[in-house]
T-cell receptor, first 114, second 114 residues
Framework: GDSVTQTEGLVTLTEGLPVMLNCTYQ??????LFWYVQHLNEAPKLLLK?????KRTEHQGFHATLHKSSSSFHLQKSSAQLSDSALYYC?????????????FGHGTILRVHP | DPKIIQKPKYLVAVTGSEKILICEQY?????MYWYRQSAKKPLEFMFS???????DNQTASSRFQPQSSKKNHLDLQITALKPDDSATYFC?????????????FGHGTKLSVL
């Protein structure tokens, strides 16, 4: 079945440093890849999505490029802000199934400190 | 204003009892979902509904029964509760049940089974 693997656990950064959260996936089908962000006591919400190979997708200062050759969709930001502290989920949707189901990774907690 | 309302926000139950988690969405979406977030596990797809019809069920146990009385409602009945059912249950919706659709999540119901 489909699976998503993310940077494990907690990533701690100093404000102003670059952010990189890893995401790799496995699927036998064409996919859409997503990044969802969940701030403390909030609902998860969409940050980025892509299905186009080697095309950079950007939103709110974050960017990610889907690389089908390496099955990766890493999330990056040039300069971390305190407000970026949150739980980040990488997820995939299998276009073949068409059920709307997302398969999520375990999530990576990003903690940005001054 | 929250567009997906989940009730209650917190729920404590005893083993063996039955509970109903409520979800209403006011986004005019045609597809609704339930996801579960257990400790040390990723967000896990449970069910998808489209136009009040069950489209996908990834829940092994029949103790979990979704109920859709209206197009914008998708409640989740859980019977014979077990401590392992303790989790945060997220309701979500999307315009239609296609793989590239953005999911909108509610704030979740945190269930604790004693």
């Amino acid at each position: 079945g489909d699976s998503v693997t993310q940077t494990e656990g907690l990533v701690t950064l100093t404000e102003g440093l670059p952010v990189m959260l890893n995401c790799t996936y496995q699927t036998a089908y064409s996919t859409f890849l997503f990044w969802y962000v969940q701030h403390l006591n909030e609902a998860p919400k969409l940050l980025l999505k892509s299905s186009t190979d080697n095309k950079r997708t950007e939103h709110q200062g974050f960017h990610a490029t889907l690389h089908k050759s390496s099955s990766s969709f890493h999330l990056q930001k040039s300069s971390a802000q305190l407000s970026d502290s949150a739980l980040y989920y990488c997820a995939l949707a299998n276009t073949g199934a068409n059920t709307g189901k997302l398969t999520f990774g375990h999530g990576t907690i990003l903690r940005v400190h001054p | 204003d929250p567009k997906i309302i989940q009730k209650p926000k917190y729920l404590v139950a005893v083993t063996g009892s039955e509970k109903i988690l409520i979800c209403e969405q006011y986004l005019g979406h045609n597809a609704m979902y339930w996801y579960r977030q257990s400790a040390k596990k990723p967000l896990e797809f449970m069910f998808s509904y489209s136009y009040q019809k069950l489209m996908d069920n990834q829940t092994a146990s029949s103790r979990f029964q979704p109920q859709s009385s209206k197009k914008n409602h998708l409640d989740l009945q859980i019977t014979a509760l077990k401590p392992d059912d303790s989790a945060t249950y997220f309701c979500a919706s999307s315009q239609d049940r296609v793989s590239n659709e953005r999911l909108f999540f509610g704030h979740g119901t945190k269930l604790s089974v004693l």
